[in-house]
């Protein structure tokens, strides 16, 4: 529905009330708070429910207001909260979840990941997560070993679903909402990997978790992340990592090494700074998707970044700013 045919509805009801009507006010009050919440999953629940009401009750008037309302300031301020991001993919490494551990999953980071992942839900940002399975198993580690490279792949696409499970279970435990999505059939655990429900999800507030990577052998979780943050059109795509952005070299073996606050995407080619594997990094570029590099390690940080602090380091496309900017 549009506002154009909200703006039709109230003008055929025959007993629209006065802005001095309690309900008048109490439907835009409510209309304002879901508007900023951007609890568009909400919303429309709400027009399915309420627009057979409107054409039906003798107070119209008043419901057609509030659907007027709600979509009003949808489409008007996109971005009422004032957040630059209102749909992001957050990519985690695999390795992020081992914590100090030598192997496996440790607990206590997937409970930090899932409270931190809680904290952006509830100010009404749309979140999905594409997660890697290096703690289980590397496909192009055990490759290199003399198993098949295909072969080795999927089995780390295995490892990335076992992984997902796992964030999915630490974040229903802390009472957010979420779906798993898998490239790999898998009914039993997961659902397909469907674009148009992926996205109804996202508006219904629920965060959607994809495994099993692009479901094709020789590209990485970080080319599914990129994949699917187009796919979903999310605003930003954010990359966890253990270290708090993107360097001029290895920090940990040059003491010199100078991070950057932004940077544009064509330097970090120039200069083999390693943000991406490149087929993930070429996607981001050709569709001008910013990217996050930060540091999941350190709480709050990802509710930081989608509040708009300067947070990590942002690779950029902006034709205009091409020169980096140092931290």
Known sequence: MRVSDTNELLRSCTDPPSQDHPQYKFAESKARQQAQNRNSGLILSILRVSLPRCLASPHSGIFALLLHHQIAFLVSQPNENGRPYQRILLKLSGESLLGDKSYGIDETVLSVYANEVRTVVEHGIELCIVIGGGNIFRGVNNATKGMTRSHADYMGMLATMINAMALQDALEQAGVHTRLQSALNMDEIAEPFIRRRAIRHLEKGRVVIFGAGTGNPYFTTDTAAALRALEIDADVLLKGTRVDGVYSADPETNPEAERYANIHGSEVISKNLKVMDMTAFTLCKESTMPIVVFNM???????????????????????????????
């Open 297 to 327: 390690d350190t709480g709050g940080n990802l509710n930081r970044i989608v509040r708009g602090d300067s947070v990590g380091t942002l690779v950029h496309w902006n034709a205009e700013q091409t020169e980096a900017t140092p931290a």
